[in-house]
């Protein structure tokens, strides 16, 4: 697993490096748009991370020319600048997603993760989704804990969606709140854990094995203990 | 009602221009009028003065010869006088005779020098006439005098009429150039006047047109244009320097950021408490959070001049709906009820994530600060919405204030916040062409939202 980071501040550039190499990924290294786009074009790297203010080239050309040379390499854009239409403009130039600076590296890291894995499984196109005894039918939008039947609200049944669509993996308060609300802002409170907590509460009956896990400082995850 | 007000604002503007009218129609009657008094004394004044003098002079003379002469050397010369005098009609009576051309003292002729008009045949004019005479005793007998002074009334008439037609004149000409000139004058006070309503709106290019007149209005045009140029340089600059530091402080705050989060994961591999990293990594994501809703704030403000082009149709019944969603564990949490009306569907030109954070705020804010087992109530208006509650509310003092960036209620000092929110909202709201009004409840706070789109 090869990451490709560009990045001209050299604090930031060195403590991804060493992150994500904690993580287990090889990493390389750009410090110019330039060399950036130069090796994004000639490597094999599952993902790209990518500033989006860079000396030479900037960040978005250089990922409009990574676009049009065909290269459909996974590539998360890091930038301090937050506006939504600055985050418009980096995913609409081919940008998978976006993340502002400063961000807290878990939330860097689970993002990466549910890149890579994305671009790995094409989509499977199921109509069920099933995590230990837990299984939801999308299509009519039952849920059942064993054979008892869940009574959810229509926003606790896309939480539930996403955390068991991507079950194993931590996701993040603010990716919780995007793919259920789909409005682009961090709330900055704690109402997604009083979410969560609901959630809980009908999910988790008592007596069985628990599936929600809280990951401090983080997020959550649904676990699949066998 | 906004034609009552346009018409109000005009009476006000009408006013002054009819002030600046009469003050000059004024001070031209002024002028008109002491010249025509001049005019008169000097003419008219100084004729009946020198008549009356000779009248005087007359009588004078006649009682010194009275006194002088025996009684019939004194009809004889009075006699010849009399016949003598063209101007004057001069009749002497004793007991015995009456001299003169009439054939008697009329009754009730005051004495000299009180004239009294009255009226008499003259045959040289065959008409009645109106003279003015006066009666003197002298030492023998009654004396009076007389002088057709009707052509001197004629004139003061002629007189009269013709100063009240060149008042008339001069009032008329006063008020239509007065009227030309005045609505001139605010025409253009008036045009400095929009040009600055339009600044305060926050078009800071607007400018004020300068004649080539040259003169003190346009000089005075020329002076704040070029304040105002000064003042959008400086916003310019002030916008410029926000960006800057947006990347040169945020990058060092976010280095921090990273440390602080290694030294957790070093701590928590060895097994060793990480707690206090925890509260700093915490404290440290709420100055950096502060950091951004500023920087926001500033680009939002910004944004006014140049509309945002990412604007879509956004449904806000839908964003109504997603923001109760959102909000109503916390309020079930506060045992608080929320109430959702709406019926209208209500479209926009905006940023719907934008949007959702203004409502989402003001919920959050009605929660925050009504109590526990208040209720709250959001409506949709067919130009906007409502979201009101039933808690302490804020008084009128301080209803503009928590508008201004950092601003916090005293009493609510203890509640976690930044003082942003409303002022975010504010910037969001008149982003979207909108207004943001807070009234009572009774009791309560009503947080009433229109947009004029």
């Known amino acids: 697993m090869r990451i490709l980071v560009i990045e001209d501040n050299q604090t930031t550039r060195q403590y991804l490096q060493k992150a994500l190499q904690e993580q287990g990924y090889e990493v390389d290294l750009a410090d110019n748009g330039q060399d950036g786009l130069f090796l994004a074009l000639d490597g094999d790297y599952q993902l790209i991370l990518l500033d989006r203010m860079l000396p030479k080239l900037d960040g978005l050309t250089v990922l409009s020319t990574l676009r049009k040379a065909g290269k459909d390499t996974p590539v998360l854009i890091l930038s301090a600048l937050d506006s939504v239409s600055e985050r418009v403009k980096g995913l609409r130039e081919g940008g998978d ?103 809980r509460k009908k999910v988790e009956l008592d007596g069985v094995i628990p599936l929600l896990e809280t990951v401090r400082g983080i997020g959550y995850r649904m676990v699949e203990n066998s | 009602m906004a034609s009552v007000t346009e018409w109000w604002k005009t009476v006000k503007q009408a006013r002054s221009v009819w002030r600046l009218t009469f003050l000059y129609t004024g001070l031209l009657l002024a002028v008109v009028i002491v010249l025509l008094v001049v005019l008169y004394q000097l003419s008219i004044g100084q004729m009946s003065r020198q008549q009356y003098l000779q009248m005087e002079n007359l009588i004078m003379q006649q009682t010194q010869l009275a006194n002088q002469l025996n009684a ?93 037609i060149a008042l008339g004149l001069s009032l008329l000409l006063g008020l239509i150039t007065g009227l030309i000139f005045s609505t001139r004058v605010l025409k253009r006070i008036n045009s400095v006047n929009s040009v600055a309503l339009r600044v305060e709106a926050g078009q800071l290019s607007a400018r004020i047109p300068v004649s080539q007149y040259n003169d003190e209005y346009d000089h005075m045009a020329l002076h704040i244009n070029t304040m105002l140029n000064q003042l959008q340089h400086s916003f310019e600059t002030i916008a410029g320097i926000t960006d800057a530091i947006a990347h040169d402080l945020r990058t060092p705050l976010g280095h921090l950021r990273q440390q602080i989060e290694s030294e957790i994961k070093e701590k928590q591999q060895q097994n060793l ?138 009493k609510s000092r203890q509640i976690a916040g930044f003082g942003l929110g409303l002022t975010l909202v504010k910037a969001i709201i008149q982003l979207h062409n909108g207004s943001i009004k807070l009234l009572d409840n009774n009791p309560g706070l009503s947080v009433q939202v229109e947009f004029s789109q």
Not at chain 1, 129 to 138: C, G, I, N, P, R
Not at chain 1, 152 to 162: G, T
Not at chain 2, 395 to 404: G, L, N, P, R
């Open chain 1, 97 to 199: 997603d976006y993340l502002i600076k400063p961000f807290a590296l878990s939330e860097l890291l689970v993002r990466i993760e549910i890149l890579i894995q994305r671009k790995g499984s094409a989509k499977q196109l199921s109509s069920n989704l099933q995590v230990a005894d837990l299984k939801m039918d999308l299509l009519s939008h039952k849920v059942f804990r064993g054979v008892t039947e869940l009574h959810l609200q229509p926003k606790e049944f896309k939480l539930l969606r996403y955390l068991m669509e991507h079950s194993g993996q931590v996701v993040s308060r603010s990716m919780l709140f995007e793919a259920v609300w789909d409005y682009q802002f961090d709330p900055q409170t704690n109402v997604i854990d009083v979410h969560m907590a609901r959630l």
């Open chain 2, 72 to 164: 019939d050397e004194f009809i004889q010369q009075f006699q010849h006088q009399a016949e003598s005098s063209r101007q004057y009609l001069l009749i002497y009576q004793n007991e015995k005779q009456l001299v003169g051309r009439l054939n008697a003292i009329p009754e009730k002729i005051s004495t000299c020098p009180i004239l009294t008009r009255f009226p008499i045949w003259l045959d040289k004019y065959e008409e009645i006439r109106l003279i003015s005479g006066c009666t003197q005793t002298l030492s023998n007998g009654k004396l009076m005098i007389a002088i057709d002074d009707e052509y001197l009334y004629e004139l003061k008439g002629q007189f009269i009429s013709a100063s009240a």
């Open chain 2, 273 to 410: 408490p990480s707690d206090q990293l925890q509260v700093m990594l915490e404290k440290l994501d709420e100055v950096l959070f502060t950091f951004s809703a500023m920087l926001e704030l500033t680009r939002l403000q910004q944004q006014q001049e140049q509309k945002s082009q990412h604007f879509k149709t956004v449904n806000l019944q839908q964003i109504m709906v997603d923001a109760v969603d959102l909000i109503e564990p916390l309020i079930e949490e506060k045992h608080q009820i929320i109430k959702l009306k709406n019926g209208l569907n209500l479209s926009i030109k905006g940023d719907a994530s934008l949007l959702f954070r203004a409502v989402y705020n003001l919920l959050e804010n009605a929660s925050k600060y009504a109590g526990d087992k208040a209720t709250i109530c959001l409506q949709l208006t067919k130009n906007g919405f409502i979201v009101s509650d039933n808690g302490p509310g804020i008084c009128d003092s301080e209803k503009d204030k928590v508008f201004q960036r950092l601003y916090r209620i005293e």
